[in-house]
């Protein structure tokens, strides 16, 4: 999905529960996660018993997702110092008509750290809330400890606001210069930030843009959740693992009903050794799950009829023409797999993370 930003220094991927549960196929069949244990789907195509709700129309507009992870201030550990895993998640969300014109545009970034210190084991609180830059707001400290005039959020807020109503090129060659800075008077009256990463979020968010069913005007949400709680110390054994699982989904709304949804979830990894060390390949790509399609395994290692990009997609179509309320009051089991039958014969994943995520989005 991506053109990485800057120098994108990114993580080997594994799998853990739906809620961030991202790996290669070589470990897959290691994870004990409920997702893992799901039964092989029956039948029918994803999309079977679903209306259509993609019918193009001059009003019709794509909805797009980026994600982009970098890791490059991450360090190991050593005599005066402790190691830090440390993780910035940029995250952009748009619709955007068969002109590459940008209707709407949201723009967030997830920053998380992972501390070990040189015996190799975790020193972080790995129950903590993890907030995205915008749900922060004031709290990132931009002004209290940078002295900015505008705080993250506000300047993040105000790329955005300028995108919509432009194409990525009106975008590219009038907002930003060669140096990455502002360089319409406007928008560089608030957003002082370096700017030439995000520029390129957007942009890879509209390249992969596809129609599910929005129109023009239709609100646009973004949400997120992340967490650290898979990470692990190192012991005499077994390497430690700090590990930040992230997942995303993007809404059109109109009236209340949701217009077009899509889901993804990514996991960013970084080994380190008992003398808090890291050991994991700092430049390896980071996919998310519907990046690695077919590379995530499900189908080769779990016998599951559906991989999981096609589980989530044929979730997001199920959500679309239906309230937030509906969508909280889909049944699940007891591990929230889906039990309505048109819903289970392609999704037998469990569920229960992101409807709630898409209630978070929705709300």
Not at 156 to 182: I, M, P, R, S
Not at 231 to 245: H, I, K, V
């Amino acid at each position: 999905m991506k053109k990485r930003m800057g120098i994108l220094l990114s993580l080997a991927l594994t799998v853990s529960t739906l809620m961030g549960c991202v790996g290669t196929p070589v470990v897959y069949h290691d994870c004990q996660c409920d997702q893992c244990s799901s039964q092989t789907a029956a039948t029918p195509t994803p999309d079977a018993g679903k209306e259509d709700n993609n019918v193009v129309s001059d009003e019709s507009v794509k909805t797009g997702l980026s994600v982009m992870v970098t890791m490059n201030e991450s360090t190991s550990s050593d005599a005066e110092n402790a190691g830090t895993a440390k993780y910035d998640i940029t995250v952009v969300a748009v619709s955007v008509d068969d002109d590459g014109v940008i209707d709407s545009c949201l723009i967030d970034s997830i920053p998380a750290t992972v501390n070990f210190d040189a015996t190799g084991a975790i020193t972080s609180d790995l129950t903590a809330e993890i907030l995205t830059k915008n749900e922060l707001g004031e709290n990132y400290g931009m002004k209290l400890y940078g002295g900015a005039k505008y705080e993250w959020n506000e300047q993040a807020a105000a790329l955005a606001e300028y995108a919509e109503g432009k194409t990525v090129e009106e975008l590219k060659n009038g907002a930003v210069g060669e140096d990455g800075k502002a360089v319409d008077v406007d928008l560089a009256s608030t957003a002082t930030i370096y700017l030439g990463g995000y520029v390129s979020a957007i942009e890879e968010a509209v390249n992969q843009a596809q129609h599910l069913g929005a129109k023009k005007g239709d609100e646009l949400r973004l949400a997120t959740t992340s967490a650290v709680g898979s990470s692990t110390s190192a012991d005499g054994e077994n390497a430690g693992l700090a590990q930040l699982d992230s997942d995303f989904v993007v809404l059109t709304m109109k009236d209340g009903v949701i217009t077009s949804c899509y889901l993804d979830s990514v996991q960013v990894k970084v080994n380190f050794d008992a003398t808090g060390v890291i050991t994991t390949d700092l430049s390896a790509d980071v996919l998310t799950k519907n990046e690695l399609g077919e590379n995530y395994g499900m189908k080769l290692y779990a016998g599951s009829a559906y991989e999981w990009n096609e589980q989530a997609a044929s979730l997001a179509k199920y959500v679309t023409g239906k309230t937030i309320d509906e969508v909280t009051g889909i049944a699940v089991d007891d591990r929230t797999a889906p039990t309505d039958a048109d819903l289970s014969s392609s999704v037998t994943i469990a569920i229960g993370g992101y409807k709630a995520l898409i209630e978070k989005a929705g709300k």
